[in-house]
Every structure is written in structure tokens, then in C-alpha cells.
């Protein structure tokens, strides 16, 4: 019988030597297209909170403090998403996860736009949080089927959805919101996630997710089905797993207790990274419609309610839609940096660069040098936040990535209902300069955690089970 085995595994082959054997073709572009779809969502329903705050704030006499509760509870449903989305994908896979989400997402998003008061629109939007928590499986997922070479650049590639849904509802926002209203803005930000539901039945399971609960066979016939849409040969012999199966049966508890030192500070680096990203990036997101609504009535020395005037005037969407261009030129300096550096110098880069162009907004500037600081800012912590994501399933093995992944992304949602806060409230006031030295410091103190990471993935193949120290 040993003799036997042994033949095996010299006859055999593993599902990272299948994934260079067949490239990256027909079959990871259809991945790509499924879970970057996943990525449009999330980033629609995030964006929206951009302008139907100030929206709503008129229409039902809300406060500051209610206005950006709509945030707030929106980044509290992803912080229970993203732990709940990741134990259901380690637990029975990442299509289940996919389908939960997509339910969830679709209900709750469309219900939105029918909300007939301001209660029952935040438990639909607190709903659509936790539906749309589940953008970090479409990552990992993605990531699985992606061959080590070049893997950080295909990554980046995945990553631009979120742009491209960023710009799509900066851009539908300006053309519906003046015309129609926010409630259609709600209805049409839906599509991606109803896409996403019909074409569910098209996509793969993770053949790593498959392999880790021993499901060899299964794993197999979707490597010769990928294969075969690109063109290409499996190598000869049987696919091999160096899984323990019986390692997946342990609780999560247990699981946790086997990460070696290294792993254990990693993750507790990368729950700070993600919180400090988050906060960063959606405070510059808020900071851009925020000052673009409130420049008038702090000009005059005066801080008003939004009117109806300000939601109609294109300032706001024309700084939005621009602010989410930036991220374009972050991204490709990213996939030119990310396999010839490695993620941490590539990380250091991005927030020093971050930190530098939004300092000069500590005080009040004129319109052109806010953009612009704007601009470059976003482009550089968007990047980051981007490496960070690529980074971290990078990380965890194939039984806890996407637990370890949803755990940290929870963390980092704390973040976002955190940022709401800040930044509507400076608006209210007309205070800039205390919200920013925040944003500003929490970049830095993000810089000095990078540097202290452990693990640096570039060029490594990804793991499948957890190594014991």
C-alpha cells in the first residue's frame, strides 16, 4: 500500500501545477466576469450612500446625526456579512455564500427604493450590508483559480470592477438623481446583484474549497472543463492533495489555536490595516460630497441644511465622478509595481503617497487644490486598500481564507460606520481640519504596521492547510 501511494505521487500532480499547466484563459476570464460582478455591487451599494443622504435629508427633515446613521447602518450589516459570508463559504462552500448574497442583496436593495420611512429604509439598508459583506469571497475565490505567476497583477485586473462600479454610479447618480430621484437610484443599483443571482447556476465551485473536503473527483472534472475552454492539457497522472480532510472537521476555535506567531501577528496587523483603509477611503469618499455640498454655506459663515438646490447642483457629482477616476491611475501603477516589488513595499508606497497629498487639506483650500488633493489621495489609499485585499487571502490557507479574510473585513466595516460620523458631522459645523489630522493619522499609524508585517506573498503559492509552528 505505501509502495502504491508513492507511485502516486510521482505519477501525480497538485492544483497549483494544474493551474500553470492551463493558463489563464477562456475558463478565469468567465471567473473573473462572475466575481468582478460581485465587486460592481458592493461597490454601487457603497457609493449610493454618497448621495441619497443629503437627498433624504430635506425630504424627511432628517439631522446630521440621522443622515449619516444611513452609512453607519449600511457598514454595520458588512461588519455581520463579512464573518457570516466567509464561515458559510469555508463551511459549505463558495457558491453557497454567492447565493445567500445575492438573495440578500437583491430583496433588500430593491425593497430600498420602496422604503416608506425612515426606520424601515435603515433595516433595508442594514440588509443590503450584510449581503453585499460577502465581496470578499468573490476575492478569494477568484484568487483560487488564478496561477501563482503574475498572480498580483491578475488581481489587480479583478480589483478595477470596483472601480468601474464606483464611476458607473457616480455616473448614474448624475443622470438619475436630479431627474428621478434617489428612490430609483436604490432600484437601479440593484442590477449588478440580480445578475449576479441569475447567472449563479454558471460558475464553478473553488476546486482548492473542493480538494480541502476531499472531493478530488469533483475538482478534477472542473480542471478538465477548464482545460478544455482554454485549450490547454491537465499534466499527466491524478490530481494530488496534501490535505489533511480531517483538519476541515475542526471548529473554528480549534483552528485558530494552530496558527504559528507569525500568522497570529499578521492577522492582527492586517485587522488594523483593514479598519484604517476603510476608515481612510470611505472619509475621502464622504470628505468629497461633503465639502462639495457644504462649500457654499460655509463660505457664507453659515452651516445650513443641505436644500434641494444642492442635491440638483452637478458640483457634487462632477467632484465624485472625478475623485473615482483617480482610482484608475492607482490601480495601473499597482499591477506595474505589485510582482516587482512585492505587496508590502508596494503598500508602503501607496499610503506614504496618500498621506502626503491629502495634507494640504488640514485647512481650508479653494476648490482646485481640494480636488486635487482629493484626487491624488484616493488614488493612492484606494491602491493600498486594494494591495491589502490582495494581500490577506494571500495569507490564510484555503480551510480559513475566507473566514480569516471576513474576520479582518468585519474589523475594517467598524471603520466605515466610524467615518460617516465624522465626516457629515464636520459638515454640519463647517469643521474640516479635526476630521482630516484623523484620516491623515490614521494613513500614517497604517505605514508603520506595514512595515512590521511578517509575510511578504510575492511570487508564493497559495497554501491549503494551516502550518503549525
Not at 61 to 87: K, R
Not at 190 to 204: D, E, N
Request: a neutral charge; charged letters at 15%; aromatic letters at 10%.
Amino acid at each position: 500500500m505505501g509502495f502504491g501511494l508513492m507511485e502516486d505521487q510521482r505519477n501525480g500532480y497538485t492544483l497549483d501545477e494544474a493551474l500553470c499547466s492551463i493558463g489563464f484563459g477562456k475558463f478565469q476570464y468567465i471567473v473573473l466576469a462572475y466575481s468582478g460582478l460581485g465587486w460592481v455591487a458592493e461597490a454601487m451599494e457603497m457609493m449610493l450612500l454618497s448621495f441619497v443622504g443629503p437627498a433624504m435629508k430635506p425630504e424627511w427633515d432628517l439631522s446630521s446625526n440621522e443622515e449619516s446613521l444611513i452609512s453607519t447602518v449600511a457598514f454595520a450589516g458588512m461588519l455581520v456579512g463579512a464573518y457570516s459570508w466567509g464561515a458559510v463559504s469555508d463551511t459549505y462552500g463558495r457558491k453557497k455564500g454567492f447565493l445567500g448574497s445575492a438573495m440578500l442583496t437583491t430583496i433588500a436593495g430593491i425593497s430600498s427604493a420602496f422604503a416608506p420611512n425612515y426606520i424601515c429604509l435603515l433595516i433595508l439598508r442594514c440588509l443590503v450590508g450584510i449581503g453585499i459583506g460577502c465581496g470578499h469571497v468573490f476575492s478569494s475565490w477568484f484568487l483560487e483559480f488564478v496561477p501563482s505567476p503574475n498572480r498580483g497583477a491578475w488581481m489587480i485586473v479583478f480589483s478595477t470592477f470596483w472601480t468601474v462600479g464606483t464611476i458607473m454610479e457616480a455616473s448614474l447618480a448624475w443622470w438619475i438623481m436630479p431627474r428621478y430621484g434617489w428612490r430609483w437610484l436604490l432600484g437601479v443599483s440593484a442590477i449588478p446583484s440580480i445578475i449576479s443571482l441569475v447567472t449563479y447556476a454558471l460558475v464553478p465551485e473553488s476546486t482548492r474549497y473542493l480538494c480541502t473536503q476531499g472531493k478530488i473527483t469533483e475538482a478534477r472534472q472542473i480542471l478538465e472543463k477548464g482545460a478544455t475552454l482554454n485549450r490547454k492539457e491537465l499534466p499527466v497522472g491524478i490530481l494530488i492533495s496534501d490535505h489533511n480532510t480531517g483538519s476541515s472537521q475542526r471548529s473554528s476555535s480549534s483552528v485558530f489555536m494552530l496558527l504559528s506567531s507569525k500568522l497570529l501577528r499578521t492577522t492582527l496587523l492586517l485587522w488594523f490595516l483593514y479598519f484604517a483603509n476603510t476608515f481612510a477611503y470611505y472619509g475621502i469618499i464622504l470628505l468629497t460630497s461633503q465639502l462639495s455640498t457644504s462649500k457654499l454655506d460655509c463660505d457664507s459663515g453659515s452651516a445650513k441644511s443641505h436644500s434641494e438646490t444642492d442635491i440638483n447642483d452637478s458640483s457634487l457629482y462632477v467632484n465624485v465622478f472625478i475623485t473615482s477616476l483617480a482610482e484608475l491611475p492607482g490601480l495601473a501603477l499597482a499591477a506595474y509595481i505589485l510582482d516587482r516589488v512585492g505587496r508590502k513595499i508596494s503598500m508602503e508606497i501607496m499610503l506614504v503617497s496618500g498621506f502626503l497629498l491629502l495634507l494640504p487639506i488640514v485647512v481650508h483650500q479653494n476648490e482646485v487644490i481640494t480636488t486635487g488633493s482629493l484626487f491624488g489621495a484616493r488614488m493612492f489609499i484606494s491602491a493600498s486598500f486594494i494591495i491589502v485585499c490582495i494581500y490577506a487571502p494571500e495569507v490564510y490557507p484555503t480551510n480559513l481564507r475566507t473566514r480569516g479574510v471576513g474576520i479582518a473585513t468585519a474589523i475594517g466595516r467598524t471603520g466605515g460606520m466610524v467615518c460617516p460620523l465624522i465626516a457629515v458631522g464636520m459638515q454640519a459645523g463647517c469643521h474640516q481640519t479635526v476630521p482630516v489630522i484623523l484620516f491623515e493619522a490614521t494613513i500614517f499609524l497604517s505605514a508603520v504596521s506595514v512595515l512590521i508585517l511578517p509575510f511578504e506573498t510575492k511570487g508564493k503559492e497559495l497554501s491549503d492547510t494551516v502550518q503549525v509552528a
